[in-house]
C-alpha cells in the first residue's frame, strides 16, 4: 500500500480513497498516524483493496457507481447512499476486526447487497 496525503483526493469530508495500490488520505489526518482511527481507516480501505482485485478493478468502480447511484435514488440522500453501497457496509462491519482480511470469504460483499 502507497499512502499518498494530498488536499484534493478524497473530496472534502471523506478521509480516504482506496485506489490499488494507492491509498489517498486528506492532509488534515495525517496527525492521526498511529491512533485506533487510523488504524481502522486502513483496515477498511484494505477491504475495499481486495474488493478491487477480486473485480478486477474497472468492475468495482463500475459497480461502485451504479450501485451509488441506485441507492441515491432509493433514499434521496448522498450520505445515507454511501452508506448503503455493499463494498462499503462490508467494509463499515468489519474494520475493527483484524482477523477479517484472513477469513474473509471472496465476494462477501454481496452478502450486503440485500437491504
Not at 10 to 20: D, M, S, V
Not at 37 to 46: A, C, F
Not at 79 to 98: G, M, P
Request: charged share 20%; glycine share 2%; aromatic share 24%.
Amino acid at each position: 500500500m502507497i499512502i499518498i496525503f494530498n488536499n484534493i483526493i478524497p473530496f472534502k469530508g471523506f478521509t480516504a480513497l482506496a485506489c490499488y495500490p494507492f491509498l489517498f488520505v486528506r492532509y488534515e489526518f495525517k496527525s492521526y498516524q498511529h491512533t485506533n482511527n487510523w488504524y481502522r481507516m486502513i483496515q477498511h480501505e484494505k477491504i475495499h483493496f481486495k474488493q478491487q482485485i477480486e473485480m478486477l478493478f474497472l468492475f468495482f468502480y463500475c459497480w461502485y457507481v451504479v450501485e451509488f447511484v441506485i441507492r441515491l435514488v432509493i433514499h434521496k440522500n448522498v450520505d445515507k447512499a454511501y452508506r448503503n453501497i455493499s463494498f462499503e457496509k462490508e467494509a463499515y462491519q468489519y474494520e475493527q476486526d483484524e482477523n477479517y482480511l484472513f477469513t474473509r470469504k471472496k465476494f462477501h460483499w454481496l452478502h450486503f447487497l440485500k437491504g
